[in-house]
């Protein structure tokens, strides 16, 4: 028996770049991101936007592949939804974005707070957060919100541990208030494996993980998701399957782990492999493997 859909909350789930929805990819074993498998554990209302490089045929792949074109158009459509849907009386607000996605997810929680009297959001949910806008690699993304807004009740973001390409520099989320205590309301946990690793779908040993993770936060939270669903996706679980591609001809250094850094327990220190390296940092020991 189907599960009855909440009318009183919406989520509001936002892709990475060039993801879309493919139905024949769904479901827990499918190959769909991460933040559609969320969509489909979600048992209320879903407002839900493909990536940027989704629309517009090859020019609009170009372009938002590299400078994220199409970005604010998004983010607007998503608040002329919300606003719709507080009118017939929503009154909760829950939110994912993975990748450019997740960077329009956080951009989209400060603009709800700045137009919408400071509207709560019970639930951000973040999968590698990658902005870069207006050229590959930047980090400056001027004009873009991505600090944690005083609306956000619980935000929680998954990183990749083995990313080194130079276009996908992780944004770590900033909570101006501190929390109380801090760390209350943010948590970031670090995955292992690359990008599409946390947030696609084509590895699913690891992006398992990340997703079972997410969706265990938001059972916490209140939100309502199915258990069947999240069941499913643990046993998909793989703590040891290979990664993906994680370098540009010449590397990047590993991203930096602070040691209060939180890592996930699934997490274990893997020598090289050939060519292959692993982010190892020193939380990690190779008593661990």
């Not at 929503?90 to 009297?117: C, P, Q, T």
């Not at 390409?165 to 501190?178: C, L």
């Not at 399957?241 to 930096?256: L, M, Q, S, Y």
Request: charge should be positive; hydrophobic fraction near 35%.
């Amino acid at each position: 028996m189907p599960l009855k859909r909440e009318h009183k909350m919406a989520l509001y789930a936002f892709n990475g770049t060039w993801n879309k929805d493919d139905p024949e990819e769904s479901g827990p074993a499918g190959k769909d991101s991460n933040v559609v498998k969320f969509r489909e554990a979600y048992t209320a209302k879903v407002y839900y936007t493909d990536g940027v490089g989704t629309r517009l045929g090859p020019i609009g792949k170009i372009l938002g592949g590299l400078t994220g074109a199409g970005s604010r158009t998004r983010v607007r459509e998503a608040l002329e939804s919300l606003n719709e849907n507080l009118n017939r009386g929503d009154r909760v607000i829950d939110v994912v974005g993975f990748s450019r996605g997740a960077a329009l997810a956080l951009h989209f929680v400060n603009e709800v707070g700045h137009y919408f009297n400071h509207a709560p959001v019970r639930f951000l949910g973040l999968f590698d957060t990658v902005a870069s806008f207006g050229k590959p690699g930047n980090d400056l993304d001027i004009g873009w919100k991505l600090t944690l807004p005083g609306n956000v009740q619980k935000c929680f973001h998954a990183m990749a541990l083995d990313e080194r390409r130079g276009n996908f520099p992780v944004v770590r989320i900033k909570d101006p208030s501190g929390g109380n205590p801090p760390g209350a309301r943010l948590q970031e946990v670090w995955f292992r494996g690359v990008h599409g690793d946390i947030g696609g779908g084509e590895n699913l040993g690891l992006t398992s993980i990340a997703i079972s993770w997410m969706l265990e936060k938001a059972l916490e939270c209140g939100l309502p998701i199915d258990p069947a669903t999240l069941e499913a996706h643990r046993k998909l679980w793989n703590p040891s399957a290979p990664i993906g591609h994680n370098v540009d001809p010449v590397p990047d250094p590993f991203r930096t782990v602070f040691p209060s850094d939180k890592i996930h327990p699934t997490v274990r220190f893997r020598p090289p492999q050939g060519k292959l390296a692993f982010n190892n940092p020193p939380q990690l020991k190779p008593t661990d493997v």
